[in-house]
């Protein structure tokens, strides 16, 4: 399971948008397949730990219904407790430091279940079977967005002006 704790981490951030509840869902998760190993049949480890993962992410969230908020101008004004900012997202973070801002652009207007395909194949190199489990849908579905965002992705930088050649 050890080598595959990189690849929970990076999956983690992605589903969570947060490091410290990104490690507290990997360390969650390494838990629960402790517990679980005399059911694991030794196969396809990562797929089993991503499915785990994406099922501990479920449960945690089940377990911490927001209540209800009456005055949303108290959210837009409060600020963060001790200074805090939120940290960015692994997708935002790399979106930020290493895509151009028309390629940036175009994955941010994708809807975010196409997204989250193309951030989980292409960026954090998982396969589809391992993108499936952690999206909870068939490896075809995965498939089809992934399919989907791409040509999405490339016809937005077809229009954008660098390459048009609009450098102005």
Do not use: K
Not at 15 to 43: C, H, K, M, P, W
Not at 61 to 85: C, K, M, N, S, Y
Not at 109 to 121: E, M, N
């Amino acid at each position: 399971m050890e080598p595959e704790i990189e690849v929970l981490l990076r999956v983690a951030l992605t589903i969570t948008s947060n490091q410290a509840d990104a490690e507290d869902l990997v360390q969650e998760t390494l838990l629960r397949a402790y517990r679980a190993i005399d059911r694991f049949d030794g196969r396809h480890p990562r797929a089993w730990l991503l499915t785990i993962l994406r099922n501990t992410n479920a449960n945690m969230h089940r377990r911490q219904r927001p209540g209800t908020i009456g005055d949303w101008e108290l959210i837009r004004t409060a600020r963060p407790a001790f200074g805090r900012v939120e940290l960015p997202s692994a997708e935002d973070s790399f979106v930020d430091h290493e895509m151009h801002a028309d390629l940036d652009a175009a994955v941010r207007a994708l809807d975010p279940r196409f997204r989250a395909a193309l951030i989980l194949v292409d960026v954090h190199d998982l396969s589809y079977a391992e993108a499936a489990a952690v999206m909870g849908v068939p490896v075809g579905t995965v498939m089809s967005r992934l399919s989907r965002a791409r040509d999405r992705v490339r016809t937005s930088l077809r229009f954008s002006p660098l390459t048009r050649g609009d450098l102005s």
